[in-house]
Antibody
Framework: EVQLVESGGGLVQPGGSLRLSCAAS????????MYWVRQTPGKGLLWVSR????????NYADSVKGRFTVSRDNAKNTLYLQMDSLRAEDTAVYYC???????????WGQGTLVTVSS | DIQMTQSPSSLSASVGDRVTITCRAD??????LSWYQQKPGKAPRLLIY???TLQTGVPSRFSGGGSGTEYTLSISSLQPEDFATYYC?????????FGQGTNLDI
């Protein structure tokens, strides 16, 4: 059974940093592209970033480019999202997802809440 | 970035009804279109990918259609568990943008 378990969310002040983790199991993590998707409370979904299997190709939404960094450790089956220079508008539930056949998010974690507030 | 527009933004229906949700992209996305269902407090669930392909375990009352820039999600006979919010997403070109969602309620 595929499992994705996010952690690392919490309350952080504007301008601060946070690192999210996603522990993966039930599939060959090293062979899977992975994504981060976020959802503002009560609002819609925003695709945040993606990373290829080796970790040397990444893409980001314009709203987080230059502030967020996605990475992975295939030996630990873990995906990361380093979030710097956080803003109030980054407040959201952050989901880790596994890429499907045509780029869709085939599997989702339960999400971790990030709140940016003073 | 590719913009995705869903309609309607909300929809009221009854058990047994057939409903259709539309998603339009502002450029051709060559069937790289997925649909998700989300219930309150839960992560989204993949229903359909590649415009037409039903994800394993999804009931056959769900179907996808369309081409080019316009795509549809249809539910042939609504069941109580289908009342939820539905999102489309293009995976043709990153960033993989979502539609704004359609809230389907009773």
């Amino acid at each position: 059974e595929v499992q994705l378990v996010e952690s690392g969310g919490g309350l952080v002040q504007p301008g601060g940093s946070l690192r999210l983790s996603c522990a993966a199991s039930g599939f060959t993590f090293s062979s899977s592209w992975m994504y981060w998707v976020r959802q503002t409370p009560g609002k819609g979904l925003l695709w945040v970033s993606r990373i290829n299997t080796d970790g040397d190709t990444t893409n980001y939404a314009d709203s987080v480019k230059g502030r967020f960094t996605v990475s992975r450790d295939n030996a630990k089956n873990t995906l990361y999202l380093q979030m710097d220079s956080l803003r109030a508008e980054d407040t959201a539930v952050y989901y880790c997802t596994k890429r499907g056949y045509t780029g869709e998010s085939e599997y989702w974690g339960q999400g971790t809440l990030v709140t940016v507030s003073s | 970035d590719i913009q995705m527009t869903q309609s309607p933004s909300s929809l009221s229906a009854s058990v047994g009804d057939r409903v259709t949700i539309t998603c339009r992209a502002d450029q051709i996305i060559r069937n790289y279109l997925s649909w998700y269902q989300q219930k309150p407090g839960k992560a989204p669930r993949l229903l359909i990918y590649a415009a037409f392909t039903l994800q394993t375990g999804v009931p056959s009352r769900f179907s996808g259609g369309g081409s080019g820039t316009e795509y549809t999600l249809s539910i042939s006979s609504l069941q109580p568990e289908d009342f939820a919010t539905y999102y489309c997403q293009q995976t043709y070109s990153p960033p993989y943008t979502f539609g704004q969602g359609t809230n389907l309620d009773i």
